[in-house]
Each structure stands twice: as C-alpha cells, then as structure tokens.
C-alpha cells in the first residue's frame, strides 16, 4: 500500500511539531532532565529514504534545511522493503531493524548512549491505523494527526525513563563487567569490587511512563485526541475486565499483561496514577529501582 510513498512537506512538519512539544515548559515536570533528550535521535523512513532528526553532528550525511532549534536534519538512501505493518507505529530502537545498515556506526553504539526512537510518516501512520479502525479493532485511537504527534512523545517518554533504568541488559561495558568479574570468582583469583548491579526494570513500568506522557501532552495540547483516547479506553478496559473474571491466575497471566508491550497495565494504573498524583506521577515511576547497591 506504502511501497512508493514518498515524504512530503506535511510529514516533516508534523515529526517536528511533534519533537518541539517534547520541549515545550509545560511538560518540564515530566522532563526534567534535558540532557537525556538531546540525546534522543527521531528517525523515520519512506519508500527511498531515511530521515534523521538529532542533536549531534553528522557531518558525513547529507543535511536538509529544518526549524527546529539545534537540532540537524538528515537524509540516507536506502534499499529497504518497507512492509505496510511497520507503518502502524513508532517504537524505541528501530523499525525496520535493518535500516542499522544504513545509518552511521558511531549511533549504533547502544540504545543506552544513544536512544534511537523510529516509525512511520504522517501519512502513512494515519492511514495505516484507519484502515485497522475500519475492520472494528478495540481501543485504537490513534489515527489522526493529533494522535501522530502523542506517539512521538510518547516514544520520548519510553526514551527519557530507559535513560533512568534498564529494560534490558543494554550496556555491553556493564555486562562484561558482571561476567569477567564473575569469572574470576569462578576461577579464584581477585578482582575489583563491584559497587552496584543494575538489573533490568519490569518492562511495563516504561509503558506506564510513555502513557502517563502522552495522556498528558494530550491533555494540554490535544484536547480531540484525549477523547480519543478516553472512547477507546474505555472500550478495551470493559472488555479486559470481563477477561479477566475468565481467567485462572494460576495458570494464566492477567488481562493487564495480556495486551503487547503492557498497554492494558499503563492505560488502566496510568489513569489512577495520573488522576491522584496529576504532577508527582513522573517521580513515583521513575523511584522504582532494581538498583542493588553492593556498599
């Protein structure tokens, strides 16, 4: 269906009004860190290219001119088969997982040192999620510019938390500090001493946060897309809730894991979360630590 979509002037502007309102003061109780969001590279993706927001210098790609304040605008050619089901959405890392191939190595370190956030255009992602609504899917709200502009910071909400704790065992230094320092205990010789081990958050926790972001940044800004979302919301939450009085927990994981990623868990703790805590909820997810200090 998007096999020849080409980028237009409208998906540019919409990724960058959707990068500016990460920035914007009103969500400064969300981020308080900015120097975790330098750090994040936006990219994004048509039938010929790869697109490139980001605040570090690359200047070996070629460069297209951009309003968004410090930040360059990149452009790379590109033989990827870009399939229709990778235009539903935006997500941490990248998507399609071969476009590494295209992009610099000096960013490819790590998530950890450099959070990559990536999806599909404007266009596409809206008509994407339209012709998924038009088959009677639950709980989409998410096919319309509005809703393009959440999922962005929405991705920059998962990117700010991972920055603060481990989903995954991302630091390849840290990792083989914890196996060659295992090794050697193994072995009996000395080694140095270990301060703190970081073990990987419960995944869902991240969710959480992007939601609680994005509900808010819908909250302020976009006020159609917060409908939205409540429609849908309270569509998919009825329906898990009569899952769940079917399930046998011993033997089953609840309604709140059953949906990808734990988007049941964050769209219904999320809203108790941001309905108690309307300005503290950023602080209580991220005190969650599995930080286990060896001192």
């Known amino acids: 269906m998007f096999q020849n979509y080409l980028a237009g002037k409208e998906d540019f502007e919409a990724i960058e009004e959707g990068i500016t309102a990460v920035w914007r003061k ?19 993706f048509d039938a010929k290219r790869l ?26 050619n590109h033989q990827l ?18 476009m590494a191939d295209y992009l610099p190595k000096n960013i490819l370190i790590g998530n950890y040192q450099f959070p ?12 994407s999620h339209q012709k998924v609504n038009a088959k009677g899917y639950r709980g989409d709200a998410y096919d319309t510019r509005e809703s393009f502009l959440a999922t962005i910071v ?17 630091s ?15 072995e009996g010789k000395k080694t140095k001493e270990v301060t703190s081990i970081r073990i990987p958050s419960y ?19 976009w006020p159609n897309h917060k409908k939205d979302i409540d429609k849908a919301n309270i569509e998919m939450i009825k329906w898990q ?25 964050a769209m219904g703790i999320g809203k108790i979360l941001l309905s108690q805590f309307p300005k503290t909820w950023p602080k209580k997810t991220l005190s969650v630590s599995p930080k286990i200090s060896l001192r």
């Open 26 to 44: 009103e969500l400064n109780f969300i981020f308080q860190n900015k120097k975790l969001l330098q750090k994040v590279i936006v990219i994004s």
């Open 51 to 76: 697109y490139l927001w980001t605040k570090i210098n690359l200047p070996k790609l070629e460069k297209l001119p951009t309003k968004l304040a410090g930040y360059h605008f990149y452009q790379i």
């Open 81 to 98: 088969e870009i399939k229709d089901e990778v235009q539903l959405g935006w997500r941490v890392g990248l998507v399609p997982e071969k």
């Open 116 to 127: 990559k956030i990536s999806g599909s255009l404007l266009s596409p992602f809206i008509k």
């Open 154 to 170: 929405h991705e920059f909400g998962h990117a700010y938390y991972d920055q603060h704790k481990l989903f995954w065992y991302s």
């Open 172 to 186: 390849k230094k840290e990792n083989l500090t914890y196996l060659n320092t295992a090794l050697k205990l193994y």
């Open 203 to 221: 995944r869902n926790l991240s969710e959480l946060f992007a939601f609680c972001t994005d509900y808010t940044t819908a909250s302020l800004f």
């Open 241 to 265: 809730i009569k899952e769940e009085k079917k399930r046998n927990l011993d033997i089953q994981d609840s309604a709140l894991e059953s949906w990808p990623g734990g988007h049941v868990m």
